[in-house]
């Protein structure tokens, strides 16, 4: 991936808006000069962005190709089009729809689309990794859908696939999720649809957090086992943000009606380009090689924090993710986080399965490797940033030692340049 960028690209923002220019510039500086280890984050190619900050940001395009209701679509629809064909090869689904705006409106329309209201989501219990839009009470789809949640196992933290079965056929939901936003295991796909065809259940995976490790080959495909596929844009598979469903030619129709006019008006014809620009490079051997790597550092940041005294969940990791359970260190993960920000090593804190403590102030951290993957460390650098971590950890409340290793994180970071940046 290029890196090159001319300074000039934000000269209009700078002649405009110098405010917004400068909060831009700084946090460019930040993306620079920090390890990123948010799971759900990553760096986009300067193409990406050039296509997402386009000229097809002045449209409206409310419809789907061929079947739009304002004029003036002479190119849009070839533009939709030709993103949908690649998503499906991509994904090997016969149905794509690309228009979500992001994730949540994206499993919105998939309940809207497959289930009535008031019929039962079965998805992972959000303090176990899954995501709020599984059916959890707080978010709509656990309001205006009943729904029921299962966890992951009391020991080994891992899904329980005989647990599901068990309470997907007492429970007879009529949808059953896989997918997380902090579960390290791969999961088996074959094992939920399996499960799905058996309570006589539709069977959504949401693959945001993993989607690029799976077109990769670095993760197994839900796609012969799926009714429907979501995934975000913007994670693993380094896109801009946003989300894409895929699906079964039967439930084709229905996803599109949920998405248009179900829950959106005119989708964003600019992301939807930068979606197709992320789509093409992902369809590369380079975007193979990186999948692959992501987890091969994942492992091996893992490892190296396992070596140095810290309690993982399920022990390591077989994705993107590592999942630390800080409460044997005595640090929560607020502090920890902060810590390590202050020191240029950017991750977030996270519940754990049966966390004792607050959501807000939780025991545990979330990494990840998709960002410094694509910045092109290995497992020597994750090697590195483990050590930097561990000794951040031990002295979170010595801003003298915080602030040497962030001068550090600067200096090693000035050597990994970022795809996209001009600073
Ligand atoms: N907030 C996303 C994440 O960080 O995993 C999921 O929605």
Same mark, same amino acid.
């Given at each position: 991936?290029?890196?090159?960028?001319?300074?000039? $690209?934000?000269?209009?923002?700078?002649?405009?808006?110098?405010?917004?220019?400068?909060?831009?510039?700084?946090?460019?500086?930040?993306?620079?000069?920090?390890?990123?280890?948010?799971?759900?984050?990553?760096?986009?190619?300067?193409?990406?962005?050039?296509?997402?900050?386009?000229?097809?940001?002045?449209?409206?395009?409310?419809?789907?190709?061929?079947?739009?209701?304002?004029?003036?679509?002479?190119?849009?629809?070839?533009?939709?089009?030709?993103?949908?064909?690649?998503?499906?090869?991509?994904?090997?689904?016969?149905?794509?729809?690309?228009?979500?705006?992001?994730?949540?409106?994206?499993?919105?329309?998939?309940?809207? /689309?497959?289930?009535?209201?008031?019929?039962?989501?079965?998805?992972?219990?959000?303090?176990?990794?899954?995501?709020?839009?599984?059916?959890?009470?707080?978010?709509?789809?656990?309001?205006?859908?009943?729904?029921?949640?299962?966890?992951?196992?009391?020991?080994?933290?891992?899904? #329980?696939?005989?647990?599901?079965?068990?309470?997907?056929?007492?429970?007879?939901?009529?949808?059953?999720?896989?997918?997380?936003?902090?579960?390290?295991?791969?999961?088996?796909?074959?094992?939920?649809?399996?499960? /799905?065809?058996?309570?006589?259940?539709?069977?959504?995976?949401?693959?945001?957090?993993?989607?690029?490790?799976?077109?990769?080959?670095?993760?197994?495909?839900?796609?012969?086992?799926?009714?429907?596929?979501?995934?975000?844009?913007?994670?693993?598979?380094?896109?801009?943000?946003?989300?894409?469903?895929?699906?079964?030619?039967?439930?084709?129709?229905?996803?599109?009606?949920?998405?248009?006019?179900?829950?959106?008006?005119?989708?964003?014809?600019?992301?939807?380009?930068?979606?197709?620009?992320?789509?093409?490079?992902?369809?590369?051997?380079?975007?193979?090689?990186?999948?692959?790597?992501?987890?091969?550092?994942?492992?091996?940041?893992?490892?190296?924090?396992?070596?140095?005294?810290?309690?993982?969940?399920?022990?390591?990791?077989?994705?993107?993710?590592?999942?630390?359970?800080?409460?044997?260190?005595?640090?929560?993960?607020?502090?920890?986080?902060?810590?390590? #920000?202050?020191?240029?090593?950017?991750?977030?804190?996270?519940?754990?399965?049966?966390?004792?403590?607050?959501?807000?102030?939780?025991?545990?951290?979330?990494?990840?490797?998709?960002?410094?993957?694509?910045?092109?460390?290995?497992?020597?650098?994750?090697?590195?940033?483990?050590?930097?971590? #561990?000794?951040?950890?031990?002295?979170?409340?010595?801003?003298?030692?915080?602030?040497?290793?962030?001068?550090?994180?600067?200096?090693?970071?000035?050597? $990994?340049?970022?795809?996209?940046?001009?600073?």
């Amino acid at each position: 991936m290029t890196t090159e960028v001319s300074d000039q $690209y934000l000269a209009g923002v700078q002649r405009t808006d110098p405010d917004i220019f400068r909060l831009i510039k700084e946090e460019e500086r930040y993306q620079v000069e920090s390890i990123r280890l948010i799971p759900s984050e990553n760096y986009t190619s300067r193409a990406v962005m050039e296509a997402t900050g386009s000229v097809l940001a002045n449209k409206y395009s409310e419809g789907y190709p061929g079947r739009r209701y304002y004029e003036g679509q002479r190119y849009i629809d070839d533009l939709e089009t030709l993103v949908q064909d690649r998503a499906k090869a991509l994904f090997g689904m016969a149905h794509a729809n690309v228009q979500p705006y992001s994730g949540s409106p994206a499993n919105l329309a998939v309940y809207m /689309a497959l289930l009535a209201p008031g019929e039962k989501i079965m998805g992972l219990a959000l303090p176990h990794g899954g995501h709020l839009t599984h059916g959890w009470g707080v978010s709509a789809t656990g309001k205006f859908w009943t729904s029921v949640q299962y966890e992951v196992d009391a020991q080994t933290h891992r899904i #329980d696939y005989d647990r599901v079965r068990e309470m997907a056929l007492r429970e007879r939901p009529r949808i059953i999720v896989a997918g997380a936003t902090a579960y390290p295991r791969e999961y088996d796909f074959a094992k939920f649809g399996e499960i /799905a065809r058996e309570a006589g259940a539709y069977f959504l995976a949401d693959i945001s957090h993993i989607s690029g490790l799976i077109v990769a080959g670095a993760h197994p495909d839900p796609a012969p086992y799926a009714d429907a596929i979501m995934t975000t844009t913007h994670k693993t598979l380094r896109g801009p943000r946003g989300a894409m469903i895929l699906c079964k030619e039967e439930h084709a129709e229905a996803i599109d009606k949920a998405v248009f006019p179900g829950l959106q008006g005119g989708p964003h014809e600019n992301t939807i380009a930068g979606v197709g620009v992320a789509l093409k490079e992902a369809a590369t051997a380079d975007f193979r090689a990186y999948g692959h790597q992501v987890v091969a550092n994942a492992r091996a940041l893992a490892a190296e924090l396992r070596e140095r005294g810290f309690d993982l969940i399920t022990g390591g990791t077989d994705n993107h993710l590592v999942l630390i359970d800080l409460t044997g260190k005595k640090v929560i993960g607020k502090k920890a986080a902060k810590a390590l #920000d202050r020191a240029n090593i950017v991750g977030n804190y996270n519940t754990i399965p049966f966390d004792p403590r607050k959501p807000f102030s939780p025991s545990g951290l979330r990494i990840g490797t998709p960002s410094v993957t694509t910045r092109g460390m290995k497992e020597e650098e994750m090697r590195r940033i483990a050590r930097w971590m #561990d000794e951040v950890v031990e002295n979170v409340k010595d801003e003298d030692a915080l602030d040497r290793v962030g001068a550090e994180v600067r200096d090693f970071c000035r050597q $990994y340049p970022a795809p996209g940046m001009a600073v």
